[in-house]
């Protein structure tokens, strides 16, 4: 599908999947990313979307985990949210949206496309993200929570033993400092125009580098470098704390 849009087929494979129709505009511009608004001269992406959505998604999963646990202490709530509503988290919800998951619906630009932007974490979980979007606009609030309790169902019942909920700069730090390696350094570089960068972290410690992250801002490059240094610190230390993101109940 790349260069092209997603046919009436498949976004209905996808509206089957979320359990809701959606005005074909709007989800057309939900799965638009900007390399293929680029290639096809100027399109509306999926980047307003993907705003609003963040903000549906993080007010909906902040009221279903308040009312589910209502002895826990606001820090652990946050720790608990950020394990439902992180990158790799939203990815994962986005893959199990039907048949070939939200990638299969997606409209990317060729580049985007050859490079396997279609299973990129940070590209589904924005998309998704503009999805949700899409149906707080066109459904309204109560049909977008319905989609989202549905869909986070399975994420908002593991959320209490999450722990640290996938907060991998604190996780990481933590682990470090645990090991004796210091304190983890991230070495930022970039690309592109002012209005369009991207963004690389790497994860240095103790003068070693264990994990690098690419992202449309610094700190979501350097939360995905944290995510894969704290699994390499993982399989070098495996008695790290129980609590920490990347351990058995985080998946």
């Known amino acids: 599908m790349s260069g092209a849009g997603a046919s009436s087929g498949t976004t209905t494979t996808l509206e089957a999947a979320l359990g809701v129709g959606i005005d074909p505009d709007l989800l057309g511009r939900a799965l638009t990313h900007r390399s293929y608004a680029h290639e096809n001269g100027g399109l509306p992406t999926n980047e307003r979307l993907e705003f609003l959505g963040d903000a549906v998604l993080g007010l909906v999963v902040t009221d279903a985990l308040y009312r589910a646990h209502p002895e826990m202490p606001e820090s652990q709530l946050a720790r608990m949210r950020a394990s439902v509503v992180n990158t790799q988290a939203l990815a994962e919800v986005a893959r199990g949206l039907g048949p070939g998951g939200l990638g299969a ?3 990317l630009g060729h580049g985007e496309h050859g490079s396997g932007g279609r299973n990129k974490a940070s590209l589904l979980a924005d998309t998704l993200e503009a999805v949700l979007g899409a149906i707080y606009l066109d459904r309204g609030p109560e049909v977008a929570t319905a989609v989202i309790h549905r869909t986070f169902a399975a994420l908002l019942v593991q959320a209490a033993g999450r722990g640290a909920g996938l907060d991998w700069k604190t996780s990481l730090q933590e682990a470090a400092a645990a090991g004796g390696l210091g304190v983890p350094q991230y070495l930022i570089t970039e690309v592109g125009p002012t209005h369009d960068k991207t963004f690389t972290a790497a994860a240095v410690i103790a003068g070693e580098t264990l994990g690098t992250g690419v992202g449309r801002t610094k700190k979501q490059a ?16 495996p008695a790290l ?9 985080a998946g």
């Open 222 to 237: 350097e939360k995905l470098a944290a995510e894969i240094a704290f699994t390499v610190l993982q399989a070098r230390r």
């Open 105 to 107: 619906h997606l409209r």
């Open 241 to 249: 704390p129980a609590d920490s993101p990347a351990g058995p109940a």
